[in-house]
């Protein structure tokens, strides 16, 4: 499977919380907190991994989707 | 024995004949069909490919983020609150005695279905979230309560097409019991889809005049063939007098009482004796006579079954010196039938025929039907007799659920 670097999946994370939380995507930077920063509630961060997955291959089960706080460790988990 | 009295001091709509309260009841009163073809590819394997479609588009109201959790029934339901809100001053209240009473007759049957083809096309893990909270049939009042920060009460009396008529006679129930001084209360639906269109032409209850959609919906016509399916929201503010005296609120009229009732006849076909109950059941709920009452805006759905009968339990429960001269109309030959927003739609129509002292027509009644047995509003409005006190909305439902509320002039 192909590596993407951070730049892109920041990107395409911006894009995606853009369309699922109405969040515009240059506010999605690396240290934002989904909850405290971002307003980003559970059920919405439920669409973002699975949007997550579709565009970058790789799936985030839930038992860890709950310890990725920050726009960081999405993209640490991702690149991983 | 004092009653707490409750009055209307806003109104909010959206319908297939207007985007709010003001473009809707102009088309009303101009005999307007809101009722056009189906464009949509699936409704050429239909036998019905007629619908009712909201004149204003509530998803183009919303931030593209929002309506990825927002059922079409709750955009209708919130656009129609948000406006009778403005109309009534946004009132300032305790949220401890706000309430909201918004019904849908069908729920959030957009959302089951959507979801269920994602389902069945790309998994369980596609399903969205949010799925659960779209679809509950009370989906619409928690979005309202939420909105307007509502907290004595939210409640969604779910009557099939009775739905938000009862929505409306239970809010005046909340005000009078002292939960809530203010209640939302009004309901929505959104169910233009294929399978609801084929459920209800299964039943042979929609009309299959396709080639003339704005003359298709036709209460009392000799040639009516059916219900033409509507979408949209009616929301009323109603308001305790004393309340609304206090902070200066202007009033439309008196939400003086209404009246219930259960068939336990059939599920689908309505029976007069259970309507005549129900309007009996709202004059004396509300301390009016029946000549009082001079106007009735009633169910008829322009279903071969229904109208008379319902004229004939309009005459039975006011009394021929009454029914004699009650000026009866159905707005849905213009709206068509909104289901679980008809009722409330349609008691927007009866307050403003008596704020404003003009009554809608029914159109589209070529010949009328013999059997009809009291006066119908046809073709042009009419002026509501200037002795008039109160006027009645009926709405039924599948079920055999009958509401009658009745408003007074203020």
Known sequence: ?80 | MSTTEVVVTGLGATTPVGGDVASTWSALLEGRSGITTIDEEWAEELPVRIAGRAAQDPAELFPRARLRRLDRTQQFALVAAKEAWQDAGAPEVDPLRLGAVVSSGIGGILTILEQYDTFREKGWRRVSPFTVPMLMPNSPVAAVSLEFTARAAAHAPVSACASSAEAVADAIRLIRSGRADIVIAGGTEAAIHPLNIASFASMRALSTNNDDPAGASRPWATSRDGFVMGEGAGILVLESAEHAAARGARVYAVAAGAGYSADAHDIVSPDPDGQVRAIRAALDDSGLRPEEITHVNAHATSTPAGDVGETVAIRRALGDAAADRVAVTSTKSMTGHLLGGAGAVESIATVLALHEGRIPPTINIDELDPEVVVDIVRDKPRDLPADTVAAINEGFGFGGHNVAVAFRRV
Do not use: C, R, W, Y
């Open chain 1, 1 to 80: 499977m192909a590596q993407h670097s951070e730049k892109e999946i920041l990107e395409g994370l911006g894009e995606i919380i853009d369309e699922i939380a109405g969040v515009p995507a240059a506010d999605v930077t690396p240290e934002k907190s989904f909850v405290d920063d971002l307003d980003i509630d559970s059920l919405s961060m439920v669409e973002i991994a699975v949007a997550a997955q579709d565009k970058f291959g790789s799936e985030i089960p839930d038992d860890q989707l709950k310890d990725l706080k920050t726009v960081q460790d999405v993209i640490n988990f991702i690149q991983k």
